[in-house]
């Protein structure tokens, strides 16, 4: 995000329904209901991005691959993804994961396009599968971009910025 762009405060109309964007996007992937999320908050337009964390000198920049990613997302392979995850055969989260999304730190600007928004935060995802006791925890940050599209914030860009240079986690079956 770039820093010179005015920044929306936390006292405005606009940060609160940035803010109730967050909470119910959360809400809506802890709740597993992936396709209303799909359907009402995420844009045609959309590129999904986790791209893969290197350790590297500062000198080399903040360690993210400019071209190799976990995952790198259109709005068909989301849909694709959630499609998946509706049938009976979609293994890898059959039982489906109990997820937890911690959204903090939540920072929002104005960008030079009028209708977009660029959002900083931070997320924890708790997660914990079948009957494991020790639960996955995967820390990130998220560079977001919400689109105003007929009269409501769409997610037009999703940059997933991981702690973890290495994930130990059996599957990215999940949204971050």
């Not at 940035?18 to 844009?43: F, N």
């Not at 959630?82 to 730190?105: C, G, L, M, Q």
């Not at 996955?136 to 769409?154: N, T, Y």
Request: aromatic share 6%; no cysteine.
């Amino acid at each position: 995000m770039d820093s010179t762009l005015p920044r929306i405060t936390a006292d405005t109309a606009l940060y609160a329904e940035v803010l109730d964007w967050i909470h119910t996007e959360a809400e809506l992937l802890d709740d597993l209901r992936e396709r209303e999320w799909l359907e009402t908050m995420v844009s045609r337009d959309v590129t999904y991005a986790v791209p893969l964390r290197q350790t590297v000198e500062r000198a080399r920049g903040r360690g993210f691959s400019p071209d190799t990613y976990h995952l790198l997302e259109t709005y068909g392979s989301l849909d694709s993804r959630v499609t998946r995850n509706e049938t009976p055969y979609a293994w890898a989260e059959d039982p489906p994961s109990r997820i937890r999304h911690f959204v903090t730190n939540v920072r929002a600007r104005r960008t030079d396009a009028p209708d977009v928004i660029a959002v900083k935060s931070n997320l924890l995802l708790h997660r914990t599968r079948q009957d494991q006791s020790v639960p996955q925890l995967l820390s990130a940050e998220r560079h977001d971009e919400l689109r105003r599209e007929d009269g409501r914030l769409m997610l037009l860009r999703r940059d997933v910025l991981l702690d973890l240079t290495v994930i130990r986690t059996h599957n990215l079956a999940i949204f971050f």
